[in-house]
């Protein structure tokens, strides 16, 4: 984990509110303005290449006329797709610079949500409110993301379900970093966290039942160039395509925890 030191945690959520407001993720895969019908395009391709998994995990449409909360929604990229579903969706970030491109998302696509700036370690919420809390992105950039769960658990519905997303210390991502000497994306943050599939299981003990997946094989990088790019690109990626997925689970770069409440 990575934290500002010395500070309170009511210091450190305004400086990752800061730091967030003043970040747009994987932007550089744009060149398009941000709040455009292209920059939205090009966020979601790359998106959606680099976790392949989440087209095969979250059935996107099969939360027609639920609620669904997102937890750190960025600029509403998932969002968007439950809500074309069918969904009744909520999305908050704590950066409003996050929100305010969301909504212009929301509105190029002609779709309808709540969308509000909001901490997902104190929800404003009622318990029992929502059949699915979703967090893509967010637990791994919050000052406690314990209390993110516990607050997710509670505004569930009984038999309602937690999606959540964590990065793998034990993954090849972060390998890769210390053998490329390639610094991991936005380890300047505020707050950073790496977790084991151990430590993410017993985050989600609270739940009724719980399991926690390794999940994001390499694919080809548009960022790596030369050597590196080479190496990565032509030998690695075709390692892990060669061996089956149960053998090489346990590195996944992401660990994908679903829980029911």
Known sequence: ???????????????IRDYWNGQIH??????????????????AEYRYDKNRYLLKLVDFEAYSGKKILELGCGVG???????RGGAHVTGIDLAPSAID?????????????????????????????FDLVYAHGALQYTTDPQRMVDEARRVLKPGGKFFGQLYNRKGWLVFMSKVAKVKL?????????????KQFK???????KSRVLGERFPVKSRLQKGAKGVFYN???VNFFKLVPKPMVRRWGAHLIGFATK
């Not at 060149?31 to 939205?40: I, L, M, Q, R, V």
């Not at 994306?185 to 599939?197: C, I």
């Open 234 to 236: 032509l030998l690695f």
């Open 1 to 15: 984990m990575a934290e500002e030191e010395g500070k309170s945690p009511e210091e450190v959520k305004a400086a």
């Open 101 to 129: 491109l969301a909504g212009k998302n929301f509105e190029i696509n002609g779709l309808e949500g709540h969308l509000a700036v909001g901490d997902g370690e104190a929800l404003e919420f009622p318990d029992n409110t």
């Open 185 to 197: 994306e936005h380890t300047d943050a505020p707050a950073f966290h790496l977790n084991t599939a």
């Open 26 to 43: 994987d932007l550089e895969m744009t060149d398009n303005p941000p709040g455009t019908a292209g920059f939205y395009h090009d966020l």
């Open 202 to 208: 017993r985050m989600l003990s609270g739940f009724s």
């Open 77 to 83: 990229l998932d969002l968007a797709r439950f809500a």
